[in-house]
């Protein structure tokens, strides 16, 4: 993602869940790469499934995400 190539970002995120779908770390990046994409209702989503699939996975991105995403 961070050569600007969203595509083959989005492609290699895709693939990722569909192999572990519950994965914190991999649905909090997801959430970010949504919001920098213009898609902040997704990453709202994204993040409250993390959240609810583990609620003591809280770190300072997946809060920051969630807060700008509700700007």
Known sequence: MLDKNLDAASETFQRALQLTPDDADLNDM???YLLCTGQ???AIERSLKTIRASPLFLPASLRETMGMAFM
Do not use: I, T
Request: glycine fraction near 0%; charge should be negative; charged fraction near 15%.
């Open 30 to 32: 997801m959430a970010y």
């Open 40 to 42: 902040a209702s997704e």
